[in-house]
């Protein structure tokens, strides 16, 4: 009886970190490609390892978003298409219909969409960050119909 409980709990800690994977790449795959603007806002971090992390002019929240809610409470961003770039629409707490949207979370004055940060070896990191600054970049994401959105790709602005 003991080890068919240990097999148990071995099997659904293993099927935990595969759905874990799964949602993360989930929009990967499946979602739509867009491109928005991104800066550069820190390099690294030593704490987490190599990456760049991305700040994006629609995650600083209108004062009017600020104060009213609690950290961590959901917002909706929608996004529409200018050019061929998505850049912001509005803000709202009710998921928006027949539009893309990007989910995330409010802490502080920002609004945290799970894109901050994108990870690569650390000559690469170094290199991206000093092409953005020069240059500018786009972020392509790709995200899905509940707004959840990874990041495919940092493409350099020519």
Do not use: C, H
């Not at 629409?89 to 894109?115: M, W």
């Not at 970049?137 to 020519?158: F, H, Q, Y």
């Amino acid at each position: 009886m003991r080890v068919k409980i240990l097999i148990s709990a071995i099997i659904f800690q293993i099927l935990s970190l595969i759905a874990m994977l799964a949602y993360a790449y989930v929009p990967i795959y499946f979602g739509k490609e867009i491109k928005v603007d991104v800066t550069l806002y820190d390099p690294r971090d030593l704490l987490r390892g190599n990456y760049v992390s991305l700040n994006y002019d629609f995650s600083a929240l209108p004062i009017k978003y600020r104060d009213l809610q609690k950290p961590g409470t959901k917002i909706y961003l929608a996004l529409k298409d200018i050019n061929g770039t998505y850049v912001k629409d509005e803000y709202s707490f009710v998921k928006p219909k027949n539009q893309i949207f990007l989910t995330g979370r409010i802490y502080g004055n920002r609004a945290k969409f799970g894109i901050e940060a994108f990870f690569m070896p650390i000559d690469k990191a170094l290199q991206i960050e000093r092409d953005i600054r020069q240059k500018g970049a786009w972020a392509i994401l790709s995200v899905m119909d509940n707004g959840s959105a990874r990041i495919k790709e940092i493409v350099l602005k020519e």
